[in-house]
């Protein structure tokens, strides 16, 4: 399960990059790497982002110290 909340959170780092980039120079790194904002490529890592995001939800709730 460790495996599958650093993906999680490379996804949510991922994420948070492109938006931090769209809303500083409007430049959607994502969709440009990925041939457009629209194209099934793009849409796809958009959609494991949010999933990651949700996913990562219940994080937020434990108090595991990684010890």
Do not use: H
Request: with cysteine.
């Amino acid at each position: 399960m460790q495996t599958f909340y650093k993906i999680c959170l490379i996804l949510m780092i991922v994420g948070g990059i492109n938006w931090g980039l769209v809303g500083l120079f409007q430049f959607d790194f994502v969709g440009w790497l990925l041939g457009g904002s629209a194209s099934i490529w793009s849409r796809i890592v958009f959609t494991l982002v949010g999933v990651a995001a949700v996913c990562g939800i219940p994080g937020l709730f434990t108090d595991e110290t990684g010890e």
